[in-house]
C-alpha cells in the first residue's frame, strides 16, 4: 500500500522538478498569470539579464488594477502612471510574446475572473500570479497561489518556483446553507473562526456538503480568501460540476486530450486515510449572513450582532481594535444592523462573477437604491457583463440605480478612479477592509453580493434575510 | 542581491498587530514601475498627514528611530497584498530585519529576494527586544545570521531558525534565479515528461 495523499501532496508531488535533501523542491509551474502593477520590474529583470520568457504559451497577461471602468476609457487613462504601467504591460506582452488581452479586448478582466473564464485554469495544476488573490483558482482543484515581483521573474525565466511543502489543512463545513447565506458567508466565517493568522503556513483544503453544494462560482469565492486566512492556498477537490464548468472553454482540452484530462481529474482527492496537520469544522446551519466591522477581515460578526468591547480580546488585539473602531467610526455595543452607509460597491475577484451579480439582482429587482447612494456594480470580465446584459440583469441594476461599469478590479483596491472618499462608509463585496484600502480613510465592511445589495436599497447594513421573507 | 551577515542598529518598536502591506506601501505607490524609491513612502498613512507633513507620534520620525535598521513588530506582520514593494520599501528605508512573533507567507518569502531578514521568535522573546526597542537611540541590537542570534542590548542572546537554504542565499547575496538556471536540464526533463502525462497542461 502507497502512503495514503491528501489533494495537495498529489498535486505536489506531480510538479516537483527537482527535490533538495534539505526539502527545498523546484516546482513546475503550469499557468502563470500576469498584471499590470505586478510584473513591471519581473520583465525589467529579464530585459536587463538577457532572458527570455521561458514558457510565453503558459503565460496570461490582462491589465486589471490600474483601468478605468467607465465607458471609453480604451484609448485615454487620465491617470498618467496608471496609463504607464498598462502601456508597460502592452509593450512586455508583445516583446516577450505572452498571451494577452488588452483593454480593448471584450474577454480583458480581473485576471483571477479571466484565467478560468478562458479554460486556463484546469484541475490539478500549479497555478501562480503576482497577486495575493491567485488562491481563486484553488476552487478547480489546482495548486494556485500568490507570489513577489521576484518569483515573478523567476517563474518567468524558468517556469519554476523555489518552494518549500506547507502543512495540510482541512476546513470541513457540513450540512447545508440556510438561506440569505452564501460563500461569501462561509470564507469569512471560516476566516473569523481561525483569524487572520490561523492558515499561516499551511494549504487549505475546503470540504463538506455545504462546499459540495456550491457553483463554481461559490467555490472560487471561498478559495479567494484562503489568502485572508493567512493559508498559501486554498483548494477544492474537482468533481462534475467543476469537470461541467471546463467542457467547452476556449483554452480547455478537447477530444481525446479531455478524455485523458478528465481521467486525470478523477483522481484528484484527498484519500480517505490522509492525515491532515490540523481540521476546522463548522456547521453550514450555524453560518449566519455575516458583515465587517473593524480593519482586517477577521474582524466579522453576525448581522444581528453588535461591535464588540476591545477589552473583551487579549494581547495586541486590544489596541488593534480600539485603533480600527476609532478608524472606523464605530463604537462598542451599536448594533450592526443600525449603521448607516452612502456607498456599495459590488465586484471584484471575490464576487464578481455572474452568479454574484444574479444574486445581488435578486434582491433589487423591482427595488430602488436609498437617496443619495452610491452605487456601483463592476463586472469581473467583459464576457460577465456582456452574459448579465444578455439575463436582463445589468437593466435591473441600472433600473435600481446602481451605476453598471466596465470590467476591472475597480473599488476593491482605489489604484484607479473608483474610490471612497475620506470618511466615506461602504459595503463592499471585496476582499479586504484594510485602512485605506478602498481610498485614504474609507471605510469598509465586506459583505457578500446579496447584503450589498439589500444595503443599497435601505442604506444602512441590513439582514437580507429581511428582505427575502 | 546585497548580502545579509551580521546587523548591529537599532530597533523601532511596532507593536501593533496585523500590520498589513497597505499600511506598509500604500497602493498610491505601487504605480511605480521601478523598485527603488519607495522608502520615503514606508507606512505612508501613517507617517504623514494629507498635506505631507511627518506626524510627530509615529516612530519612524521620532528622532531615535529615523535612522533604525531593524523593526520589531506585532504578530501576522505583512498580511495581506503579495505586493513586493513592501520590502522593497523597508528595505529603501534601510531596515534589513524584522522580528516578530509570525509573518504572513507571501511578505515572509518576499523578504528573502531583497536582502532582508523576517525574524520570529516566541512572544515573551519578542517582548524583551520590544521593550529594549522602545528605550530607543541607546539601545543597539545585534543580528547574527550565521550564527542565528539576536543579542539585546543588555546583551541577552536569543537564537532562530532559518531556512538553510534561505540562509545560503542571504549569506552570499545568490540570484535565486541563476541557481535555478542550474537546473537546465531538470526542467526540461520535467517537461518532456509532463507532455506525455498531461499533455493538455
Known sequence: MSTPKTLYDKIWDAHIVHNDSDGTCLLYIDRHLVHEVTSPQAFEGLRMSGRKVRAPEKTIAVPDHNVPTTPNRDNVIDNEESRIQVEALDKNAKDFGVIYYPVSDIRQGIVHIVGPEQGWTLPGMTVVCGDSHTATHGAFGALAHGIGTSEVEHVLATQTLIQKKSKNMKVEITGTLRPGVTAKDITLAVIGETGTAGGTGYVIEYCGQAIRDLSMEGRMTVCNMAIEGGARAGLIAPDEKTYEYCKGRPHSPKGTSWEMALAYWKTLFSDSDAVFDKVVTIKGEDIAPLVTWGTSPEDVLPITAAIPDPESFSGGKIEAVRRSLEYMGLEAGQKLSEIEIDTVFIGSCTNGRIEDLRAASEILKGKKIKDGMRAMVVPGSGLVRLQAEEEGIAEIFREAGFEWRLAGCSMCLAMNPDQLAEGERCASTSNRNFEGRQGYRGRTHLVSPAMAAAAAITGKLTDVREIIQ | MEKFEKLSGVAAPMPLVNIDTDMIIPKVFLKTIKRSGLGVNLFDEMRYDREG????????????????KILVAGDNFGCG???????????????????????ADIFFNNCFKNGILPVVLPEDQVKVLMSDAEKGANSIIEVDLEKQTIASSDGEVFTFDVDPFKKHCLLNGLDDIGLTMEKETDITAYEAKASQLFPWA
Open chain 2, 81 to 103: 497584498s503579495s505586493r513586493e514593494h513592501a520590502p522593497w520599501a523597508i528595505a529603501d528605508f534601510g531596515i534589513k530585519c524584522v522580528i516578530s512573533t509570525s509573518f
Open chain 2, 53 to 68: 507633513n511627518e506626524k510627530s507620534e509615529f516612530v519612524l520620525n521620532k528622532a531615535q528611530y529615523r535612522e533604525a
